[in-house]
């Protein structure tokens, strides 16, 4: 990244470098083509040919130029109007001119711009021949002639300090472009499933290398997650076997009550086994994603529990469709409901669309959860009663956290909430189908 930045920055250098000595030409051909410049130049011009003129031609010469140069005025002086205007001065300049000795035996006594005469007033120059003549020379246009300091020059310098901006904004993305991708993905991987999402392996040399590495971590994290899936599934398998094993030796037992008993706690295990399996089955199942009518599937579910006796109320608004696998949501919104209604009398379920995803409440009255208990809820084998006794009834804490793995692998989000009220509100978002 140090060697890129360098690069970019050298190249910037040397585009800016190119761009200036370009703009600065034209910014000088503009200055010298100004009437100004060209006229100071005409009037060294036209005393230099009259320093070489017989003093007795100078007149008609003299004649011929004010003709021919209608913006310069130049005439003969005296030492009185030079004293006028100060004197002879060594050192001073405006434009091209510098008073002092200069070529031909010529001398420049005195130079006065528009500031020291007035804006409305033409540069005024005094020189003196090789032979002692004084001349005073006049051009136009009125005014000073234009600054190296003017509008060329901070527009100039303005296109420099844009084209830097731009540049380093340029090279700030392209440099941490990659860098910010791949941040986004290590944010999104394990949000809804471990299942390896590559990215692309581009930028510079150290950023490459950590997505390199972050695409070979999970690789290994998923190979991991899905042995040891394989492992937990054998050994539950292969658990049944003794089980059934127990079962018929306990129908051996004479003691009714003891039998009894030992039966239930066989039960209660393979129970636990069969959540236990389901749970990390979860994200895996090979049904292809479809879409859902929600209304429709809602009332499907609603219909299996109407002998119950319980209360079950479905209301949505407008026509709903998402996105996942029927049989996947199905387990997940049955243990919601199953939940609900073991806690609580009834059970109401709102549906509707907020913007591009719907919005699903699992609402009831019962006993609700504890603010500080509901995250700890939401994970495997967590359950309510803190001496974690498995009871008839009590579950093996694989409902909530089976039903949030469902909907995350179809990239929705589940959180409990509290019901206005007192009890609990299950509430599920899942994206609305195209």
Known sequence: MLNQILVLLSAAGVFM??????????????????????????????????????PIERAEVLQTLQQEL???????????????????????????????????????????????????KPPLVFV??????????????????????????YLFFGFLALTLC?????????????????????????????????????????????ASAFNRMQLRINAFLETRTRMLTAVSHDLRTPLTRLRL?????????VRERSLQDLRQMELQIDSALTFLRDGESAEPMQRIDLPSFLQTLADQYADTGRGLRIRFDGSLSVM????????????????????????????????DRVQIDFVDHGPGIAADDRERLLE?????????????????????PTAKSIVEVADGRLELLETPGGGLTVSLSLPLAP
């Open 380 to 400: 495997p084998f967590e359950r309510g009663d803190f001496a974690r006794r498995i009871r008839e009834g009590t579950g093996f804490g694989l409902g909530l």
């Open 249 to 257: 030796r306990l129908d051996l037992l004479e003691d009714e009550e």
């Open 166 to 210: 731009g540049l380093l904004i340029w090279a700030a993305r392209s440099l941490v472009g990659p860098l910010a991708d791949l941040a986004a993905s290590v944010s999104r991987f394990g949000e809804a499933s471990t299942s390896p999402v590559p990215i692309s392996e581009g930028g510079p040399k150290e950023v490459r290398a950590a």
């Open 70 to 120: 209608p913006d310069v005025a130049i005439s003969w002086a005296d030492d009185a109007v030079l004293s006028d205007y100060g004197g002879a001065s060594e050192g001073e300049r405006f434009g091209p001119f510098i008073t002092g000795d200069t070529l031909f035996g010529m001398r420049i006594e005195h130079v006065l711009g528009p500031h020291e005469r007035g804006l409305e």
């Open 324 to 355: 996942g696998r029927a049989s996947e949501l199905s387990r997940a919104f049955c243990n919601l409901i199953d939940n609900a209604l073991q806690y609580g009398a009834e059970l109401e379920i709102l549906a509707w669309c907020t913007g």
């Open 17 to 54: 470098v190119l761009i200036g000595a370009v703009t600065f030409l034209f910014v000088k051909q503009a200055y010298d083509n100004t009437s100004a410049v060209m006229n100071s130049h005409l009037v060294s011009v036209a005393i230099a040919k009259l320093n070489e003129t017989p």
């Open 128 to 153: 003196r021949l090789k032979d002692g003549s004084l001349l005073a020379a006049e051009w136009g246009p009125r005014g000073p002639p234009p600054s190296v300091l003017g509008a060329p020059f």
